[in-house]
């Protein structure tokens, strides 16, 4: 069966020859809890929007500390902890959700949904002709330029380039391309090294599409505020509310024995700070919002007296 990104990164991990030998049964179970999850949350149906996230949201959290505590956490081997950063079962979580999510808040509100709402699909950054005086090429050498973004709701775009104003076969370059217009980066833990990275990635999305939105969210944040008022991020969401664990305090989750006397600090500190219910409904209804955008009409705007 296909799997997203998360249940592949699950099949890595079994498929590692690094990986523990006692780890690998029980990654077997989470991939068998994996494609439990993914069955629940596409056949979780509600009367609201709300309710929708509501549900949801709840099973993100439930799945998401079985992943962190049980899976990761609990492990008698130190592997699966050290080296969460190179094997991403952890992170991963939220990417694979982000598009079912939205995919079924917009499918309660929109019948016929023409917009592609997935994760890791390369959408357009630039363009540019690999061509000169001396050396034209077909179609003036275009060549687009793309980037992977964690999450995107996006439009597929053909393109045709030529010299030819009749666009001749043999003189024509047919091109494909997705037009990203809400696009988010996900982050485990937001520093401010990250925060200028994707300050950066904001302009580069809005120079090549004017009218999209950027998102930057983080479960945790990891650096002290900074307004994005001077950027061209539109928000940045804090889906868990909270601030990283301290430095001092993981340092100790690194052994079998250090993870097993914190271990109910630490589930406390999870179910303390789960995913923000509210966070997610902001969310949703940003894109909402630039779904229902309408042109403007003068008459309109001066009953309003706005625009």
């Known amino acids: 069966m296909a799997r997203g990104v998360h249940g592949e990164k699950i099949v ?3 498929q590692s020859n690094k990986m523990p030998v006692k780890d690998v049964p029980r990654l077997e179970m989470a991939l068998q809890r994996y494609d439990e999850w993914i069955e629940k949350l596409k056949g979780i149906n509600a009367e609201t929007v709300d309710e929708l996230v509501e549900k949801l949201v709840t099973e993100l959290n439930t799945y998401k500390n079985y992943i962190d505590i049980n899976l990761i956490f609990d492990s008698e081997e130190d592997f699966l902890y050290r080296q969460k950063g ?46 000169s005086l001396s050396n034209p090429n077909i179609g003036g050498g275009i060549n687009i330029k793309t980037k992977d973004q964690d999450f995107s709701m996006s439009r597929k775009l053909y393109l045709q380039s030529s010299y030819d104003p009749q666009f001749n076969p043999e003189k024509t370059v047919k091109l494909e391309t997705h037009l990203g217009y809400v696009l988010a980066e996900m982050k485990t833990n937001l520093d401010k090294t990250m925060f200028q990275e994707a300050s950066a990635t904001a302009h580069d999305i809005k120079q090549a599409v004017t009218g999209a939105k950027y998102y930057l969210l983080c479960d945790y944040l990891d650096m002290t505020p900074i307004s994005t008022t001077t950027t061209d991020i539109d928000e940045i969401l804090i889906l868990r509310k909270a601030k990283r664990i301290s430095s001092n305090i993981r340092k100790e989750f690194s052994t079998k024995i250090g993870r097993e006397k914190w271990r109910p600090w630490y589930t406390e500190y999870l179910m303390n700070n789960p995913y923000s219910v509210d966070m997610f409904k902001r969310f949703i209804n940003h894109i909402f919002s630039q779904m229902s955008n309408e042109e403007l009409i003068e008459e309109s705007v001066l009953e309003v007296g706005y625009f």
């Open 12 to 14: 890595s991990a079994i």
């Open 86 to 131: 190179q094997l991403k079962l952890d992170n991963t979580v939220i990417e694979e959700f982000m598009p079912i999510f939205v995919k079924k808040c917009v499918e309660k509100v929109e019948e016929n949904c023409d917009i592609e709402i997935s994760s890791q699909i390369p959408t357009f950054s630039s363009v540019y002709f690999a061509s």
